[in-house]
């Protein structure tokens, strides 16, 4: 019972005594079924990484809950006071919408006054991104935003960001990276129970709308003044805290104002029009496709619900419904050409530097190569990517983008869906659409071809023991073709860190990855196959997808009998 009396949270500590009851009285199926998940919400605490924190909410050290919070909070004054040197650590703190984020983001600000810091809360929940320009806009030493992003309705989680004197020029305003993951989670394993954690009652600051404001003017200039601005657009915030913002964005930028799904359109922590909170997943959007086949729009956007991400539909009167979703992957090289394309005409110095994750599509090499670019190839995650020195732009397949750098350095679905907007409007002044653009790119690069899907289980630690048995076992032949080489990305390869997954290649030119998520109970698998375009486009596109199905159809195979 030492855990239930060290919890400050009266709501917590019922939930833990109902189940505790429950596992010693009332039948035998509601017992071992109760026992099961006192066990796992203490089997150990929740882990405090590069990612922060993340797990679903509910009583127990295995568990999003106040007392876990708080003392993250102290480990985090420790670390930040010992960096700053005497100085008083300056941090802001941000929420969205889910249950208890408000809680977690005011106990945050109190744990962190009473140690001596001076904690800045945001007016309201808001978007990622805009705690992320906020530490740099203010000068900073850190940043929490209290988010599960777009995990499922039950999570909600703490990331973590430095800047100020806790980080180095390329570092400020992104997440934590090694070491200082690891030293705020010592920090947070010597800290005394949440109790007895001091907080102050009041006396943190809440800063005003401007900032807000001020970041809605930074990421407004990421389109042209004076430039097309023609677009019907369909958004959905899926009950995110994207909305408002998203639209003020557009409004500020010149664009007709979104029609935004109205049944998404609220932040709404049980997501109850979705399975999953995440434009990526099935269904996700089908609501807001469904508004634009009924308005007739040119564009859908789709925000995750802290609106760091961002999704784009598209008309497309070759598939069933006449829209479909584009890939991350399209969605990075089209933004990767407009930025370089901009770059090479306004500046002609110094080669830009554009980055990806290993996971993505390779189409960004060639694009930065025609335009005498550089590219860098980082591991999955902005905290990698912003990082990246000299960054003009950088993409991941998983639907981010950051398109501004030096206002945002991680992620932005905001900033992102206006470039996107831009372009898409840019095109229909010509009569073209974004589908001519892709295959703009892919004529004078190849059919790059990407797919990904997951594989979900019901214990995060299996995603390891999958990859385990499949190094002590590589394929010989993935897609009817020969695999001539295998790479442990655990071991570090070209350069970069190591990281827990595994790459194939393919005689074909087929390329693999499998790795599990660091966020969530599943293994994800990434595809690609590049086809030239000498026989004409249309049976190089034919011949690409005959190829990327049969390495789907292999590798899920494969994965059923691991």
Same mark, same amino acid.
């Given at each position: 019972m030492t855990w239930r009396d060290d919890d400050p949270d009266p709501r917590t500590r019922r939930e833990l005594d109902s189940l505790i009851e429950q596992a010693t009285g009332g039948d035998r199926f509601t017992r071992t079924r109760v026992q099961a998940e006192l066990s796992d919400r203490f089997a150990g605490t929740l882990q405090?990484?590069?990612?922060?924190?993340?797990?679903?909410?509910?009583?127990?050290?295995?568990?999003?809950?106040?007392?876990?919070?708080?003392?993250?909070?102290?480990?985090?004054?420790? +670390?930040?006071?010992?960096?700053?040197?005497?100085?008083?650590?300056?941090v802001v703190v941000g929420y969205d919408a889910r249950q208890d984020s408000d809680v977690f983001a005011q106990d945050t600000c109190a744990v962190l006054l009473a140690a001596g810091c001076d904690s800045r809360l945001?007016?309201?929940?808001?978007?990622?991104?805009?705690?992320?320009?906020?530490?740099?806009?203010?000068?900073?030493?850190?940043?929490?935003?209290?988010?599960?992003?777009?995990?499922?309705p039950q999570d909600n989680g703490y990331k973590v960001y430095l800047g100020g004197r806790a980080a180095d020029e390329a570092g400020t305003g992104a997440q934590i990276v090694p070491p200082a993951d690891r030293l705020i989670a010592?920090?947070?394993?010597?800290?005394?129970?949440?109790?007895?954690?001091?907080?102050?009652?009041?006396?943190?600051?809440v800063l005003p709308r401007s900032i807000v404001e001020d970041y809605l003017a930074a990421v407004t200039d990421v389109v042209r003044e004076g430039g097309p601005r023609d677009v019907?657009?369909?958004?959905?915030?899926?009950?995110?805290?994207?909305g408002e913002t998203c639209l003020q964005a557009f409004a500020d930028a010149g664009f007709p104002a979104p029609y935004v799904v109205p049944a998404q359109a609220a932040p709404d922590p049980a997501f109850p029009t979705v399975t999953f909170p995440n434009p990526e997943e099935p269904g996700a959007m089908d609501l807001a496709l469904e508004a634009a086949r009924a308005r007739g729009a040119d564009l859908v956007v789709a925000n995750d619900p802290d609106a760091d991400r961002c999704a784009v539909a598209i008309p497309d009167a070759s598939v069933e419904g006449g829209w479909r979703a584009l890939r991350g992957d399209e969605v990075g090289a089209l933004l990767g050409e407009t930025v370089?394309?901009?770059?090479?005409?306004?500046?002609?110095?110094?080669?830009?530097?554009?980055?990806?994750?290993?996971?993505?599509?390779?189409?960004?090499?060639?694009?930065?190569?025609?335009h005498g670019a550089r590219h860098v190839e980082t591991l999955t995650g902005f905290k990698w990517l912003s990082r990246v020195p000299d960054l003009v732009y950088a993409y991941e397949e998983a639907l981010g983008y950051c398109v501004a750098p030096d206002v945002v350095r991680d992620k932005?679905?905001?900033?992102?869906?206006?470039l996107v907007a831009e372009l898409a409007a840019g095109l229909k002044a010509k009569g073209r659409g974004l589908a001519d653009a892709l295959d703009d790119l892919a004529l004078r690069h190849?059919?790059?071809?990407?797919?990904?899907f997951s594989v979900r289980v019901a214990d995060i630690a299996q995603t390891t023991a999958m990859v385990d048995r499949l190094r002590k076992d590589p394929p010989?032949?993935?897609?009817?073709?020969?695999?001539?080489?295998?790479?442990?990305?655990?071991?570090?390869?070209?350069?970069?860190?190591?990281?827990?997954?595994?790459? +194939?290649?393919?005689?074909?030119?087929?390329?693999?990855?499998?790795?599990?998520?660091?966020?969530?109970?599943?293994?994800?698998? +990434?595809?690609?196959?590049?086809?030239?375009?000498?026989?004409?486009?249309?049976?190089?596109?034919?011949?690409?997808?005959?190829?990327l199905g049969a390495l789907r159809t292999d590798l899920s195979r494969l994965l059923e009998q691991t």
């Open positions: 405090f990484g590069t990612a922060g924190l993340r797990g679903a909410m509910g009583a127990g050290p295995n568990r999003m809950n106040r007392a876990v919070v708080i003392r993250a909070a102290a480990g985090l004054a420790a +670390y930040l006071t010992e960096v700053a040197a005497a100085e008083t650590p300056v945001l007016p309201g929940h808001l978007p990622t991104p805009v705690l992320a320009f906020a530490v740099r806009r203010l000068g900073a030493d850190a940043g929490v935003m209290v988010t599960a992003s777009h995990n499922p010592e920090r947070i394993d010597v800290s005394p129970p949440a109790i007895e954690v001091p907080m102050a009652r009041e006396g943190w600051t019907a657009v369909v958004l959905t915030p899926l009950h995110g805290v994207g370089l394309s901009r770059l090479a005409a306004e500046d002609g110095g110094k080669p830009p530097v554009v980055a990806s994750s290993i996971v993505s599509s390779q189409q960004l090499a060639r694009i930065a190569t025609a932005d679905g905001i900033s992102a869906a206006l190849g059919v790059h071809a990407t797919d990904q010989a032949t993935l897609g009817g073709q020969e695999v001539t080489s295998v790479d442990d990305l655990s071991l570090g390869v070209d350069g970069l860190p190591p990281t827990e997954g595994l790459r +194939y290649r393919t005689a074909a030119g087929g390329r693999v990855i499998v790795r599990p998520s660091g966020t969530e109970p599943k293994l994800k698998c +990434y595809l690609e196959v590049v086809v030239t375009t000498e026989g004409g486009l249309p049976r190089a596109k034919a011949t690409a997808k005959k190829l």
